[in-house]
């Protein structure tokens, strides 16, 4: 069966600290996809990046990082100098390929404190 | 490009009304999704369609529930006998198909429901 665990429930930090929010996935297939998206307290789930099972790169995108690794079932997101805008909850999901419907995280709520 | 909107974003009922929300996807965006999301926890998957064609239910999904896309343009959910449990965030995504972002879903605002 599918799942998805962030063990992290909630974490505070101060502003310019670097945070790493973890995600551990289970499933049988060999074809899927990674997510994650961040929930503002307005509510709305803003995507923040896929990443299918064939590819392992790590990927940067300004002050955000991933690290996936297939071995150990882990996709984990990394906020290096965060800000106060940075404060909601994370989730991270995943995907089959062809089942469409993701499998969501219980999430982990961000504090940054300035 | 607008994104996914869904009205109303807020709604209170009674415990025994029935309600309707719609959400309308990126123009477009040929699959549409519902979760629903209650406090402290991720969205749970509803249901999808594909245009109109309504693909997946999940068991979550009883009798009470039911979902629409006349067009394969907005959809609507409705709620039958609302009960006390019913009361979350329903959320409604869209994506496209045969594009780069194939399978990346794009989330609306939601909409709150509470049942007294």
């Keep these: ?114 | 490009d607008t994104g996914v909107s869904q009205n109303p974003r807020h709604k209170i009922t009674k415990r025994g009304q029935n309600v309707t929300f719609r959400c309308d996807p990126i123009s477009e965006h040929n699959r549409l999704y519902w979760y629903r999301q209650t406090l402290g926890q991720g969205p749970e998957f509803l249901t999808y369609f594909q245009n109109e064609a309504q693909l997946e239910k999940s068991r979550l999904l009883s009798d009470r529930f039911s979902a629409e896309r006349p067009k394969g343009s907005f959809s609507t959910l409705e709620i039958q006998r609302t009960e006390q449990g019913d009361s979350a965030m329903y959320l409604c995504a869209s994506s496209p198909t045969g594009a780069v972002d194939t399978d990346t879903q794009y989330f609306g605002p939601g909409t709150r429901l509470t049942v007294l």
């Design chain 1, 1 to 114: 069966a599918q799942k998805v665990t962030q063990a992290q429930t909630e974490i505070s930090v101060v502003e310019k600290e670097d945070v790493t929010l973890d995600c551990v996935y289970e499933t049988r297939d060999t074809t899927y996809y990674l997510f994650w998206y961040k929930q503002p307290p307005s509510g709305e789930l803003v995507f923040l990046i896929r990443r299918n099972s064939f590819d392992e790169q790590n990927e940067i995108s300004g002050r955000y990082s991933w690290n996936f690794q297939k071995s150990t079932s882990s996709f984990n997101f990394t906020i290096t100098a965060s800000q106060v805008v940075d404060s909601a909850v994370y989730f991270c999901a995943l995907s089959e390929v062809g089942t469409y419907k993701y499998i969501f995280g219980t999430g982990t709520r961000l504090k940054v404190l300035a």
